[in-house]
């Protein structure tokens, strides 16, 4: 019988025989309309137009109307399309007479299997011929199966006995009644198992390893039939039938199963639920307090009761939590367990459950089960109770006024930053020194020869670490800060890929810096020759900070630590060590954005991984502080 929770085994049972009479059919278009609603449409060899149903978890049936299609087709039932559309339906099966379709689909010289599940929470799964799992709706992972894309997809074994011998061994296998086994091991069904032992004669209490297997056998086999050959379709109070049971009165009846099946289950724009009206973001802040201090009521009120039954019933238990105490002390929890069970007194019985680990009972007081630790006295015991009621009043407290503030709380303006404007240097490595003069840097043996004869001019600075590799930094004017401008150079260079924590730095006028190598030597790409006296500055401390600029303009900054506090709302600091660039940055972002809570969404194109990377220096790096 189908009932709006779903259709039975049998129900697809018949569905499929009445289905098999529809081929040839050929595949159109499939739709989704909500997480497990889908339909498909099916053309027929006399161009007749069919429409499938499917609800998973709980029906598959040819439909009369499907609903409106969705504006945007969702990825899997692009998917289907993809694999199925213009496919001939080859066949349609059911293993035994589980809740499980095979939809057997030829598209060119390919196979594919369309399986809908409608046990537990439903699935539909796309397998090739050999039924390899192509892609499911649902990904799960079970005891006995997985159902992953590349796995073999396991049809359940067949539930229908091939024999009356098999089926006798099933029933003497069996420690529950004759109705309960053939609704559970033969998946009949409540309604359809009674049926069995009606056509049978057999007492549906009667436990199935004395039941007569050959007349069940036989009742059994003669409801297979009528849902295959002999189907006489209604729509009764209780149900939709595949044929009448005798104790049910039909309200209508139809010509086929389908006919019933479409009658009985919503359709078209009926199955489609409507939308729940959007609240608020106050709203639902109202609502789930509101919910929670109706859960906190309810724990306070329970808790409570326990400790009013406790003394209301001290003498009672008293005596339990006593005796109980002393066995405990020559005797084992397994033991006393035993005892209790045998025992047939009043105290006995209200011993619910046993915590041997805890030396502690589940007491049934005045219908309601209250842990006790037998150890402690009732006082103690009570309590524990008392204190939790407390905690849950206090609880309630801060929900109230934590509802009364939100009240008052007046609305909050959303905050408009401009974005940084573009400028030359931003293709660069750049920064700006605590007292605002620019530091900028080449990125590579490109950029570097780039900065120096482009934007080396009289008044500027060549700076670089003593090492073989890294950025020059040019420094665009006098600073008081020349701390920063050499962390800035040491930091971005080879000492940072090495791991160092430390580097020497030198700095040079920017009539010192030449291209032009001594008679005899060679000067490679990105590299100069300094001549003349260098000024350096030693033991120069590695660090990036990077963080989030909100004034004067919207942006990402990186470079010197003290340079970029001065500047950032919210940063991390870097220093050499263990973790890639790209995962660096990707750590950074997320920081920055909890930092700004969701206020984050409207900077998302300002606040990404890519515009972080940008500041994080080649080489590990380890988050050694954030603020």
């Known amino acids: 019988m189908a009932n709006l929770k779903g259709m039975s085994g049998l129900d697809i049972h018949a569905m499929v025989s009445e289905a098999q009479g529809f081929l040839p059919l050929w595949i159109g278009k499939t739709y ?278 406790l003394y209301l019933h001290y003498t009672f238990v008293q005596d339990v939590l006593s005796t109980l105490k002393n066995a405990s002390a020559s005797a084992s929890w397994q033991d006393i367990e035993k005892i209790l069970k045998e025992s047939k007194s009043e105290s006995a019985a209200a011993i619910k459950t046993i915590y041997p680990a805890e030396s502690a009972i589940d007491l049934e007081i005045d219908g309601k089960i209250v842990k006790l630790f037998v150890q402690e006295t009732i006082e103690v015991n009570a309590d524990r109770y008392y204190e939790l009621a407390k905690k849950f009043k206090k609880k309630r407290k801060g929900a109230f006024a934590a509802m009364e503030r939100m009240i008052v709380s007046p609305k909050k303006q959303k905050k408009v930053i401009p974005l940084r404007k573009k400028k030359w240097y931003h293709r660069f490595r750049w920064c700006y020194t605590s007292d605002g003069i620019l530091m900028v840097g080449g990125k590579d043996a490109g950029t570097n020869e780039e900065v120096v004869k482009k934007y080396l001019q009289g008044g500027d600075t060549f700076v670089h670490a003593d090492v073989h590799g890294g950025s020059v930094i040019i420094l665009k004017g006098d600073t008081d800060k020349m701390n920063e401008v050499a962390q800035f150079a040491a930091s971005y260079s080879n000492a940072w890929k090495n791991g160092h924590l430390t580097a020497d730095v030198y700095a040079a006028s920017p009539e010192q810096v030449s291209k032009t190598p001594e008679s005899g030597e060679y000067v490679s790409r990105g590299a100069f020759v300094i001549r003349g006296e260098r000024t350096y500055i030693r033991n120069v401390g590695l660090g990036v900070a990077i963080g989030l600029q909100t004034t004067p303009e919207l942006g990402v900054i990186g470079g010197p630590v003290d340079a970029v506090k ?62």
């Not at 890639?580 to 969404?601: F, S």
């Open 32 to 309: 989704q309309y909500d997480t497990g609603l889908f339909g498909i449409r099916l053309n027929g060899q006399d161009k007749q137009k069919y429409s499938l149903i499917i609800e998973i978890g709980k029906r598959v049936h040819f439909t009369s109307s499907l609903p409106a299609a969705t504006p945007n087709p969702s990825g899997y039932s692009m998917f289907l399309r993809k694999y199925c559309n213009g496919g001939r339906v080859l066949g349609i099966s059911q293993p035994g007479i589980e809740r499980v379709i095979d939809i057997e689909i030829g598209k060119s010289d390919n196979r594919f299997h369309l399986i809908v599940e409608l046990f537990d929470e439903g699935n539909i799964i796309l397998t090739d011929g050999d039924y390899t799992i192509i892609q499911p709706l649902k990904k799960h992972r079970f005891k006995d199966r997985n159902v992953f894309g590349g796995e073999t997809y396991t049809l359940t074994e067949s539930s229908v006995p091939a024999s009356e011998e098999e089926f006798a061994a099933i029933l003497q296998a069996s420690d529950a009644d004759t109705v309960r086994t053939l609704a559970t091991q033969f998946l009949m069904g409540g309604k359809f198992a009674e049926e069995a032992c009606k056509m049978a004669g057999v007492s549906k209490s009667e436990p199935a390893l004395s039941a007569p297997a050959d007349k069940l056998f036989a009742a059994y086999a003669a409801i297979l039939k009528k849902t295959e050959d002999e189907r006489s379709p209604c729509i009764t109070k209780s149900g939709c039938w595949p044929f009448l049971l005798g104790n049910e009165t039909p309200v209508e009846t139809f010509a086929s199963f389908t006919q019933a099946l479409d009658q009985y289950f919503p359709r078209g724009k009926e199955l489609i639920t409507p939308p729940k009206p959007k609240l608020t973001r106050e709203e639902n802040i109202r609502k789930r307090q509101l919910d929670a201090i109706a859960s906190f009521e309810k724990k306070i009120e329970r808790y409570e009761t326990i400790v009013d039954a």
């Open 566 to 627: 001065s500047r950032a709302e919210h940063y991390v600091v870097l220093r050499p060590g263990r973790f890639e660039p790209n995962d660096v940055a990707k750590k950074i972002l997320r920081i920055l954005r909890d930092k700004y809570g969701d206020d984050w969404k409207s900077m998302k194109n300002v606040l990404n991984s890519e515009s972080i990377a940008a500041f994080v220096p080649p080489g590990g790096s380890d988050i050694t502080e954030e603020l």
